[in-house]
């Protein structure tokens, strides 16, 4: 299973970004998918998750101001962020469930300056 993801970039504080993920090479409805972020020198965190069934799970960090969503097309997801902040900065990583297996994607980079 390949993900890819896109829709970083650079935003001031305040701004909005979208970002999207699309899974390729699985035959199955991925149980899950999800955003994370990495800082550099810091652990990979859980940003927000969204299941098969679409029920949602957020960091506390973001919660009322990012949404996750699964997309029309099949193994696909989306990451709306609004009201972005300087400390939201990070390379953010797509994420699949699928059984017992992760999967992850190249990570994008999202930039907010304040």
């Known amino acids: 299973v390949q993900l890819q993801a896109s829709g970083g970039g650079l935003v001031q504080a305040g701004g909005s970004l979208r970002l999207f993920c699309s899974a390729s090479?699985?035959?199955?409805?991925?149980?899950?998918m999800g955003w994370y972020r990495q800082i550099p020198g810091k652990q990979r965190e859980l940003v927000a998750t969204?299941?098969?069934?679409?029920?949602?799970s957020y960091d506390d960090s973001v919660k009322g101001r990012f949404t996750i969503s699964r997309g029309n097309a099949d193994n696909t997801v989306y990451l709306q962020m609004n009201s972005l902040k300087p400390e939201d900065t990070a390379v953010y990583y797509c994420?699949?469930?699928?059984?017992?297996?992760?999967?992850w994607g190249q990570g994008t980079l999202v930039t907010v300056s304040s």
């Open positions: 090479g699985s035959i199955f409805r991925l149980n899950a």
């Open positions: 969204v299941t098969s069934s679409g029920s949602t």
């Open positions: 994420n699949g469930k699928l059984l017992l297996e992760n999967y």
